[in-house]
């Protein structure tokens, strides 16, 4: 905008703010750009952005659409008059796909003003953007950053607040996003390049949450490793992924010496001299991001998950589905309060830039990486973390801090409950007391409500829908304690369905299929175990059994068995597998 005048331009899809600069700004205000005559209505031929995208014209009737390749800043006369004479001549005629089969009508793909679209010459329907690069079409948010550097530019809206709490240590959201260029870079110096795969093992602490957006946000692939794993598990899922490069803490190095291509980078909070330190890893390089093209569909992360057959599979992400997840939950966030509000109750929404949440589960999991992490990101939430849960400790840190938000396994909101030394501290900032990872009993749902202020909610999802799924909280979760909550909108569908994915009828039991831009790309180096649990629709099936009521989905059983501790899926065999051992 200049000044206080009304003479404003938006900024081109796809241009991240850290390129919004004075000599842009000042080309955008001076559009439309004019690059000469029509040589047939000898009227000015102008470039500009409108409302539906970049265009040239040359008055009434004379105008076409540039396409992603030009731009009004650079496209020159003889390409506008191209497009013009396109347009002019209407829509082009791309091709025949057939005879619709009820109304015998032939349908034709055809490219007009505003894109492609199919038509049967009466009725004109747009082809829906947001495909995959599994030609899988999603349907997507308007507004979406196309990588996850520029979803982590939104933090800089909130760059004067604090968002890390570590012990002693407190970072804003400015310094937090500097620390993560400066990995970056570090890793560009260090060879790392896009698609490259950069583990992390180590427990939580502010430098994993700094790691993972540097390999992130150069378009590199982040693989959180369990950190209760042994020497043998972690090495098997370096070797998988083939890691370039590893974070770790001292106990998770250790044993690691058969490694020696990987490179290893230990965490300043434990320090050991056979080791690159962190802070000197990344010390001297810039705080500024590198300019790296990176796309939605790039891939983003793999974390690895047990299933029933015992090796852990590695559970592929691109950047698009991990950013939607962050997305959808503020959407619901944003429904959830206004709905509060109109029933006269307490409109705060579920997260907000007034909460704070309180990060008790692992960051290797998506609960502590996603819905804790990187969700406070987007509304400018302060994270206070945790590096092992301990019921007392969380308590301390819920009065000092006045944690709003606690997102766990139900047995750490039961712990906090039944803690002997619950009612010497105040705890009244509490709204959310959420669960996942594992069902939690009816009975102590209202025995949360009762003896909290804070309510409780419960969340459903997997590593392989980024944790998107269903989601209950308030009046609904007390009065259905016992399901998993309504399906997130609005992009997120979910049925049940049998052997052949043949969707079951509502109260039936049968398996749970999950279906959104969130869903994996697949199991990394592993076709066969993909092609096993989805469809070419983009239909995951998630193992689980389940049915419907209502809009509440319930899960009644695992078809496979299955150990959870912590909220982490630990197979079978890999039991059987430990106790031969011992």
């Known amino acids: 905008q200049l000044g206080e005048s009304s003479t404003r331009k938006a900024i081109p899809k796809g241009t991240e703010i850290s390129e919004v600069n004075l000599e842009m700004s000042l080309k955008l205000l001076a559009l439309p750009r004019v690059l000469g005559l029509h040589p047939e209505t000898k009227q000015e031929v102008k470039a500009d952005y409108g409302r539906f ?8 009737g004379k105008n076409g659409r540039i396409p992603p390749q030009y731009s009004p800043l650079t496209i020159e006369l003889d390409t506008a008059l191209e497009l013009i004479a396109k347009r002019s001549s209407g829509p082009q005629e791309l091709k025949s796909l057939g005879d619709h089969p009820k109304t015998g009508e032939t349908l034709t793909l055809k490219d007009g003003r505003y894109g492609p679209y199919i038509t049967d010459g009466k009725v004109n329907v747009g082809i829906p953007k947001g495909k995959d690069s599994k030609n899988i079409t999603h349907k997507e948010y308007a507004s979406f950053p196309d990588n996850l550097k520029g979803y982590f530019d939104i933090g800089l809206l909130h760059g004067e607040k604090e968002f890390l709490v570590y012990e002693s240590e407190r970072f804003l959201f400015k310094e ?14 260090e060879g790392i390049s ?55 803490d001292q106990k998770r190095l250790q044993g690691l010496e058969n490694l020696v291509k990987v490179k290893k980078i230990i ?10 330190c962190f802070t000197d890893f990344i010390k001297d390089h810039s705080s500024e991001w590198p300019d790296i093209q990176v796309t939605r569909d790039d891939h983003a992360t793999i974390y690895y998950t047990s299933g029933s057959t015992g090796k852990p599979k590695g559970v592929l992400s691109s950047q698009r589905g991990v950013i939607s997840s962050m997305f959808s939950w503020a959407c619901i966030s944003t429904i ?32 502590g990486s996603h819905v804790a992490f990187l969700l406070s990101i987007l509304v400018g939430r302060k994270v206070v973390i945790m590096k092992k849960w301990d019921a007392g400790e969380a308590i301390k840190l819920i009065h000092d801090e006045k944690i ?16 002997p030394d619950r009612d010497q501290y105040d705890l009244s900032s509490l709204k959310t007391l959420g669960g996942g990872g594992g069902p939690r009993p009816a009975e102590h749902v209202k025995l949360l409500d009762d003896n909290f202020e804070g309510r409780p909610g419960i969340g459903y999802g997997l590593t392989e829908t980024n944790a998107l799924g269903t989601l209950g909280s308030g009046d609904e979760y007390i009065g259905h304690p016992s399901s998993a909550g309504r399906v997130v909108p609005p992009l997120t569908e979910i049925k049940i369905v049998d052997n052949e994915w043949n969707e079951i009828a509502e109260g039936k039991i049968g398996e749970i299929a999950i279906r959104s831009q969130s869903n994996m790309l697949g199991y990394w180096k592993n076709d066969e175990a993909t092609s096993e649990c989805m469809n070419k629709e983009g239909w995951f099936r998630s193992g689980d059994m389940g049915k419907f009521e209502g809009p509440f989905l319930y899960i009644v059983d695992r078809i496979k068995d299955m150990v959870i501790r912590g909220g982490e899926n630990i197979a079978c065999p890999e039991v059987e597998l430990s106790l031969i051992h011992i």
């Open 53 to 60: 995208g970049p265009y040239v014209s040359a008055g009434k």
């Open 176 to 189: 937090a996003l500097a620390k993560a260029a400066q990995v970056g870079n570090a890793l560009l110096a």
């Open 194 to 248: 896009k698609g490259d795969r950069v583990a992390i093992c180590m427990q939580n602490n502010p430098e994993f949450i700094f790691a993972y957006m540097g390999i992130v946000g150069i378009g590199a692939v982040c693989v959180p490793l369990n950190s209760w794993w042994v020497p043998d598990e972690i090495t098997y899922a370096v070797e998988h992924c083939e890691a370039k490069l590893l974070f770790g």
């Open 267 to 276: 965490t300043s909070y434990t320090p050991d001299i056979n080791f690159i």
């Open 336 to 367: 959830l309060s206004e709905r509060e509000g109109r029933m006269g109750k307490d409109t705060t929404p579920l997260a907000s830039s007034e909460s704070c949440i309180l990060l008790c589960v692992p960051l290797f999991h998506a609960t």
């Open 404 to 419: 709003t938000d606690i997102t766990g396994v139900p047995t750490q909101t039961w712990e906090l409950l039944n803690h």
